[in-house]
Nanobody, 125 residues
Framework: QGQLVESGGGLVQPGGSLRLSCAASGFTLDDYAIGWYRQAPGKEREGLSCISSSDDSTYYEDSIKGRFTVSRDNAKNTVYLQMNSLKPEDAAVYYC??????????????????WGQGTQVTVSS
């Protein structure tokens, strides 16, 4: 039984940075496209980024382009979301999800084979 575990969330001041991790166990993350999502209180879950399983191509939602970067470290079976220039509106619970053998065509996965438990990001002075 595979699972994804997010970590790295916390409290940061506006303009600060955080790096979220999405670690996989029970399966090889390299075979999977990884999507990052977030959900703020009272709002719908929104897709943020996708990194492909085939060629590590990446896509980002417009509001995070130029500020967030997704990458993977296959040796650690982990995908990262580097978040810079954080804004109060970035505060949310952040989730990662995995879809096997998927090449991203935009910042959303088509199917969710695995889904993490989330990590809280708070942006406040």
């Amino acid at each position: 039984q595979g699972q994804l575990v997010e970590s790295g969330g916390g409290l940061v001041q506006p303009g600060g940075s955080l790096r979220l991790s999405c670690a996989a166990s029970g399966f090889t993350l390299d075979d999977y496209a990884i999507g990052w999502y977030r959900q703020a209180p009272g709002k719908e879950r929104e897709g943020l980024s996708c990194i492909s399983s085939s060629d590590d191509s990446t896509y980002y939602e417009d509001s995070i382009k130029g500020r967030f970067t997704v990458s993977r470290d296959n040796a650690k079976n982990t995908v990262y979301l580097q978040m810079n220039s954080l804004k109060p509106e970035d505060a949310a619970v952040y989730y990662c999800a995995a879809e096997r053998y998927y090449t991203c065509v935009d910042y959303m996965l088509l199917a969710l084979d695995y889904w993490g438990q989330g990590t809280q990001v708070t942006v406040s002075s």
